[in-house]
């Protein structure tokens, strides 16, 4: 299998150290500026133009504004995509690439990491059993990295939108956003308040780049106790009990579904959570 790297940023570096950790090797790079291959333990072929990668599967990590055109690019060929998100903040484009990859043939992977992190998924089985919880706090907070191609809301708040509506199943009915910015390193906003309102919970997002020290801490009220999740750790405490979580990597298994595993019943879930991600953080 022939795979393509459309970017060697900051995720993109990420995305390539795990290729290799899986076992893939025929990679081709694009990335126009110089590429200090020290930093990266392997060189690997290398062209500036994405038009020119001669690739089976390409996955695209750069800036969200380029995602339209080199994504339409792959598709039409019939090449499958795995994308970073956001795939493309206008509902409208993103719905075009999902009919150009239809119609091609070809598969559209977004990269919603947390849909394959094990604690998310122990907690949607929690309230699968459960039923929904009353109230979910999330808090993403960190200093750094800072963002110019999009700000907090797209970058940091969509992964609580996509664990949100992945575990409830639903969209919700009313959404609230309040961004600000305190940094001057970047155009963007660094910060988010969102409060999501589901037909049974309320979602409320605290999202930064500009915050003095991590958290990753989730709060998830159910009637009779609370569960809560530190990413950081990835300890799940439910009451004082400790509940057990697989010990895999989430973009191992991310990469690994879309390279072996993604199904038609998997590409039409995706297909509706990133829709309604996107709708909702337009909101």
Request: proline share 3%.
């Amino acid at each position: 299998m022939k795979i393509g790297l459309v970017g060697l940023g900051y995720w993109g570096k990420i995305i390539l150290r795990n290729l290799r950790e899986l076992g893939y090797k025929d990679i081709t790079v694009c990335e126009q500026q110089p590429v200090d291959w020290s930093q990266i333990g392997s060189k690997y072929r290398l062209v500036k133009d994405y038009k020119k990668l001669d690739c089976d599967v390409v996955f695209v990590v750069v800036p969200a504004k380029l995602h339209y055109n080199i994504c339409e690019h792959f598709l039409s060929s019939g090449i499958d995509v795995f994308c970073e998100k956001p795939l493309e903040p206008d509902v409208s484009k993103c719905e075009k690439l999902y009919k150009i990859a239809e119609d091609s043939g070809a598969k559209l992977f977004v990269d919603w990491l947390f849909t394959y992190n094990p604690a998310v998924i122990k907690i949607k089985s929690l309230i699968q059993q459960w039923g929904a919880p009353q109230n979910i706090i999330t808090n993403r907070m960190n200093f750094g990295p800072v963002r110019h191609d999009v700000g907090a809301r797209w970058d940091l708040a969509s992964h609580d939108v996509s664990i949100g509506c992945y575990l409830l199943d639903e969209k919700p009915e009313e959404v609230k956003w309040m961004d600000f910015k305190r940094l001057k390193e970047s155009d963007q906003d660094d910060s988010v308040v969102g409060v999501l309102n589901f037909s049974k919970t309320t979602l409320q997002i605290n999202a930064s780049w500009a915050y003095g020290m991590k958290n990753r801490m989730c709060i998830f009220e159910f009637d009779n106790s609370f569960l809560y999740w530190d990413d950081t750790t990835t300890t799940l405490l439910y009451g004082n009990d400790i509940l057990q979580v697989d010990k895999c990597s989430p973009l191992h298994s991310a990469i690994n579904t879309f390279l072996n595993a993604f199904n038609k019943e998997e590409q039409e879930e995706q297909k509706r959570l990133t829709i309604m991600t996107t709708e909702i953080l337009n909101g």
